[in-house]
């Protein structure tokens, strides 16, 4: 499986980070919204979101903007964590009408049982580039 790199981890690592931070949390410790309210540069949520099995964290990032009351993601992303390690494992772009998923996932118990090995390196690689862009245009202060 492609883990996101060093560097976008830390990223990542920072984004959830945010929700334990009241300055950014909206539901302390499972929702932050990170974002200048006059920044040209569109906020960045990340939430915390149903376990997978087999996994230690099920995290979402999203950019969005709503269109005639409804919410777009531009992009959202999932990721999944072990062992310290980040995985992305979905990319929907609503306005293009994409959506792709890495796993496939057993009936029985919720476990993902077969990945697509392509599709997860080429989300980590958009992720990694995404993660760099997220530390800049928020200020996180990730050193990368």
Not at 28 to 37: F, N, R, T, V
Not at 72 to 77: A, L, T, V, W
Not at 78 to 101: A, C
């Amino acid at each position: 499986m492609k883990a996101l790199n060093e560097k976008s981890s830390k990223v990542l690592r920072k984004l959830i980070d945010c929700m334990n931070d009241p300055k950014f949390a909206k539901t302390l410790g499972s929702y932050a919204k990170i974002g200048k309210p006059d920044s040209c540069c569109m906020p960045v949520s990340v939430e915390k979101i149903a376990h997978i099995p087999t996994f230690d964290e099920h995290i979402a990032v999203s950019h969005t903007y709503e269109r005639e009351g409804d919410l777009i993601r531009d992009p959202e992303m999932e990721f999944v964590s072990k062992d310290g390690m980040f995985y992305p494992i979905t990319y929907q772009q609503d306005d293009l009408g994409i959506y792709q998923q890495v796993f496939t996932f057993s009936d029985i118990d919720g476990r993902p049982i077969r990945y697509k090995a392509q599709l997860m390196a080429d989300l980590a690689e958009f992720a990694n580039q995404w993660m760099l862009n997220i530390n800049c245009q928020q200020q996180l202060g990730v050193e990368v």
